[in-house]
C-alpha cells in the first residue's frame, strides 16, 4: 500500500483578492504535494478560504452585499489565481459550506461532552482586525501590534475551553517531537509562551454574528478561530467519511508566522480533548516585505499574484516566488529583481543549457545517441546533488533544493564548456558519444528534480526530448525545432 500524504495550506480571510503572500504559502505547499506524488505517496492537499467573522460583515457592508455573496465572490478571486499559478490543490474548503458547517457541529458537541467548556464571563481587549483578544503585553503603545489601531474592551458571557489542562501534555509532545514544529525558531516561541502561561480562551461569541450558531447559548456563534482550525478536519469530511480515516492525522501544515500560536497550541488542545490524533508537523513561514516594507494598502505595494503570472507564465511565477529566501526566515521581495532572476536563472540558466544540450544531439547525431556509459565525473556530481536535493525536500526547504539544482546546471555548464563537442564532432571523435550521452542524462535529472516547481516546462521539455529521441525534430528544410522554454524578457 502506498503511504498517504495529506497537507494543508491555511484558509484565507475572505475579505479580498489573494496577494502574494497568500500565493507563496499555497504554492509551497503544492510543490511539496507535487514532490511527494512523485515519490510514490497517496497525496491529499487542500486549500480553503475562512469566511465568517465580523471583518468579513464589515467588508461585505462597505460593499454593500450581503455576508454570503460578498464571499462567493471572494473564494472565486482565490480559485482563479490557484489555477493561473497552476495549484492542483484536492479540496478547496470554504467554511460557509454545509460540509464545513456539519463536521464542525459534530466536533463542538464532542467537546461539549468532554467536560473541557464552561461558561464564563469574559472581560478582554478584542482588536476586531485580529478577531482575537489580546493582552496588555502584547498591545504596542496602547495598538493592536499587527493592526496599529486600538482594541476595544469587551465583556461577554461566554464558554471557555480548558486550554490550561492540556499545556503541559502539548510541551511534551513538541520535546518528543510527536508534534513537530519547524523552524526551531518558532518551536522555541511556542515552547516560551508555555512556558509564560495562557489562559483558557473562550470559544463561543456574542458579537460576532455572521458565524456558525453556538449550540448551547442563543444568540452566539462559535468563535472563529475555533471553526477554521476545524476545517483540517471538515475538508476530508470529519467525522463520518472514509477519507478522514484514510488521511487523518495531516502529515504537514504549513502556516504563516503570524497564526503559530494558535495552529501549535490552541489547535493540539482542542483535538487531544476530543482525543483525536494530533498533526505530525508545522512548517511556519516567515513574514515578508515588499521591497523592505511591510505589504499594506495604504503604501500601495501589495502584488497580485496574477499580475506575475501575466508576466512572467505560471511556471516562472512559481520559481521567481520560492528562490527568493528560504522560507522558515523573513524575506523581502524584490519585484524589481524578478525580471534579472528571470533572464539569470530562466532563460540563461536552465533553458539555455536545456538547449544547448539537445541542439548538439539533434545537428551531430540528429537526435539518435549510441548505448555508452557516463562520465564519472558527472555521475558523482548527480550522485551528490540527488543526495542533498531528497534531504531537502523531505525537510520542506525548498529553496535549498533548488540551490543544489543550480549547482549542478553549473557544473553542466562547466562539462560542456570543458569537454568542447563541437571540437570532437569536427574532428570525429569518438568520443563525441559518451560526452552527448552524459549531457543528456543530466539534462533529464534536472528536469525531474524541477518537476514539483515548474510542472508545465518539464512537461514541454519531456515530450521534446521523447520526440528529439525518435528523430523526429529535424525539418524537411533541415532546420531544427527549437526547444526555446524561457524566452529572454526585456529588463526594466
Ligand atoms: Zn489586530
Known amino acids: 500500500m502506498k503511504n498517504k500524504f495529506y497537507l494543508t495550506t491555511p484558509i484565507y480571510y475572505a475579505i479580498s483578492k489573494p496577494h502574494i503572500g497568500h500565493a507563496f504559502a499555497t504554492l509551497y505547499a503544492d510543490i511539496i504535494a507535487r514532490y511527494q506524488k512523485l515519490q510514490n505517496r497517496k497525496v491529499f492537499f487542500t486549500a480553503g478560504a475562512d469566511e465568517h467573522g ?41 467554511t460557509t459550506s454545509k460540509q464545513h458547517k456539519k463536521g464542525v457541529l459534530n466536533f463542538i458537541e464532542q467537546l461539549y461532552r468532554t467536560n473541557d467548556i464552561y ?32 482594541p476595544q474592551k469587551i465583556k461577554e458571557k461566554n464558554y471557555f475551553f480548558r486550554l490550561q489542562k492540556y499545556l503541559p501534555l502539548i510541551k511534551e509532545k513538541i520535546l518528543n517531537q510527536e508534534l513537530k514544529i519547524i523552524p526551531k525558531s518558532r518551536r522555541n516561541e511556542i515552547l516560551n509562551i508555555i512556558e509564560n502561561g495562557i489562559p483558557d480562551f473562550s470559544i463561543s461569541r456574542e458579537k460576532v454574528k455572521w458565524g456558525i450558531p453556538f449550540p448551547y447559548i442563543d444568540g452566539q456563534t462559535i468563535y472563529v ?6 476545517n483540517y478536519l471538515t475538508a476530508l469530511g470529519f467525522p ?43 512548517f511556519v513561514h516567515g513574514f515578508f516585505t515588499i521591497n523592505g516594507q511591510k505589504m499594506s494598502k495604504t503604501l500601495g505595494n501589495i502584488i497580485d499574484p496574477m499580475t506575475l503570472v501575466s508576466k512572467f507564465g505560471a511556471d516562472a511565477t512559481r520559481y521567481l516566488l520560492v528562490s527568493q529566501f528560504p522560507a522558515s526566515e523573513h524575506g523581502d521581495i524584490k519585484e524589481s529583481d524578478f525580471s534579472l532572476k528571470y533572464n539569470t536563472d530562466l532563460a540563461n540558466g536552465i533553458g539555455n543549457l536545456l538547449e544547448r544540450i539537445t541542439t548538439m544531439i539533434i545537428d551531430y547525431k540528429n537526435g539518435f545517441l549510441k548505448k555508452t556509459n557516463f562520465d564519472k565525473n558527472i555521475i558523482d556530481s548527480v550522485q551528490k546533488t540527488e543526495k542533498d536535493y531528497f534531504k531537502h525536500m523531505e525537510n520542506y526547504e525548498l529553496f535549498y533544493s533548488l540551490q543544489d539544482v543550480f549547482l549542478f546546471i553549473k557544473t553542466l555548464d562547466q562539462y560542456i564548456e570543458l569537454q568542447k563537442p563541437w571540437v570532437l564532432n569536427k574532428n570525429q571523435d569518438t568520443r563525441i558519444d559518451k560526452v552527448l550521452a552524459t549531457l543528456l542524462w543530466g539534462a533529464e535529472k534536472i528536469i ?35 526547444l526555446n522554454l524561457f524566452p529572454r524578457i526585456k529588463e526594466e
Open 54 to 94: 465580523s471583518i468579513v460583515e464589515k467588508k461585505a457592508r462597505q460593499a454593500n452585499k450581503n455576508p454570503q455573496e460578498f464571499v462567493d465572490e471572494i473564494a472565486l478571486l482565490y480559485l482563479k489565481a490557484w489555477r493561473a499559478l497552476e495549484i492542483q490543490y484536492d479540496v478547496f474548503i470554504r
Open 119 to 150: 461558561p464564563g464571563l469574559y472581560e478582554g481587549l478584542y482588536c476586531i482586525n485580529c478577531e482575537n483578544f489580546l493582552t496588555e503585553k502584547e498591545l504596542v503603545n496602547g495598538l493592536c501590534p499587527d493592526h496599529l489601531k486600538p
Open 225 to 230: 478561530w475555533v471553526e477554521a482550525l476545524i
Open 240 to 282: 463520518n467519511n472514509k477519507r478522514f480515516k484514510e488521511f487523518w492525522p495531516s502529515d504537514l501544515h504549513i502556516i504563516g508566522a503570524d497564526i503559530n500560536k494558535f495552529h501549535s497550541i490552541f489547535w493540539p488542545a482542542l483535538l487531544l480533548s476530543i482525543g483525536t490524533a494530533l498533526p505530525k508537523t508545522i
Open 448 to 482: 525531474s528534480w524541477l518537476e514539483p516547481f515548474i510542472p508545465s516546462k518539464t512537461l514541454i521539455v519531456k515530450n521534446y526530448l521523447f520526440k528529439m529521441k525518435k528523430g523526429k525534430l529535424k525539418l524537411s528544410d533541415g532546420k531544427r525545432v527549437r
